[in-house]
């Protein structure tokens, strides 16, 4: 699996150049990147969401919703042959998961996992999947 560098379109909008620079916005940037859609798009119909389940656009209740709305299903982590959760560079290396891990989300996309960092060997606590993807 490799790791490409993606700000999932932020850079399009708003500086990325410099550490100061990071907003904490994996959530729109993962989903941005897996859904093939604009930053300021997803950005938008996630604040759209909030607002009608006064909810953070980033709460795990308000993302489940979005994706759900989607097309997308929640699934429960994937296990290796001894029961624990697989790592995200254990994933297969075909189709797009949104994956959460503790404390952040990200995107694989057909073998790439695309992120501001490299979180390969954390482990996945749940991932999201979409047939049509």
Not at 4 to 20: A, N, T
Not at 78 to 98: A, T
């Amino acid at each position: 699996m490799k790791f490409q560098k993606s700000f999932g379109g932020r850079e399009k909008y708003k500086s990325v150049k410099y550490k100061k620079d990071l907003v904490s916005d994996c959530v729109i940037r993962a989903i941005s990147i897996g859904l093939d859609q604009d930053y300021k798009q997803t950005f938008k119909e996630l604040l759209d969401l909030s607002w009608e389940m006064l909810n953070l656009p980033n709460s795990w209740k308000c993302v489940e919703e979005y994706l759900t709305r989607k097309g997308w299903t929640k699934n429960k982590p994937m296990r290796n042959s001894r029961n624990r959760k697989l790592k995200v560079g254990q994933f297969p290396m075909d189709g797009v998961y949104l994956i959460q891990i503790n404390g952040h989300f990200t995107c694989l996309k057909d073998g790439v996992l695309l992120d501001t960092w490299d979180c390969r060997r954390s482990s996945a606590n749940s991932y999201y999947t979409n047939q049509n993807k």
